[in-house]
């Protein structure tokens, strides 16, 4: 057998075990929800400086970790503790809350997305350096 032929059969075969996986993130999946749907986890006040930590609904995963702090004004916060605090914009587009922040080297972009029908389940699904994430999260109320 050809070096070629060799080199596609070890491809196919690798490949082969990935075809019947949902994804590497288990059963994650994506709904596109109405906003109305995606509500409960807006703040109902504008943001100021800081969020307050004691009151303000956040967004959280603590293994990764991230915090995420949404307001009515269409304004966010983030806490990461490897890579620091901060705040963007967020906007609903095709049924889901897209969030914006620009760092000094890179725009940050996050999708938070509903992770079950009725968006009782919410996950947060970016890229970082190591590359897609698709966090499950639970929802702070404080």
């Known amino acids: 057998m050809s070096v070629l032929r060799r080199l596609v059969l070890f491809l196919l075969v690798i490949s082969i075990p990935s075809c019947g996986k949902k994804s590497e993130y288990g059963n994650l999946e ?12 807006i703040n109902n006040r504008n943001f100021s400086e800081e969020p307050n930590y004691f009151s303000d609904i956040s967004i959280l995963n603590n293994e990764y970790p991230i915090e995420v702090f949404l307001y009515k004004d269409k304004k966010w916060f983030y806490n990461l503790p490897n890579l620091g605090t901060g705040q963007g914009t967020w906007e609903y587009t095709d049924g889901k809350i897209l969030l914006k922040a ?3 080297l890179f725009t940050m972009e996050i999708n938070v997305v509903a992770s079950k029908k ?16 698709f966090l499950e999260t639970e929802i702070n109320k404080n």
Do not use: C, H, P
């Not at 994506?30 to 986890?41: A, I, P, S």
């Not at 996950?123 to 994430?133: A, E, M, P």
């Open 30 to 41: 994506e709904y596109q929800v109405e906003m109305t749907q995606l509500d409960y986890l």
């Open 102 to 104: 620009k760092r000094s």
């Open 118 to 133: 009725d968006a009782s389940q919410i996950s947060l699904k970016f890229n970082d350096r190591f590359g897609l994430n």
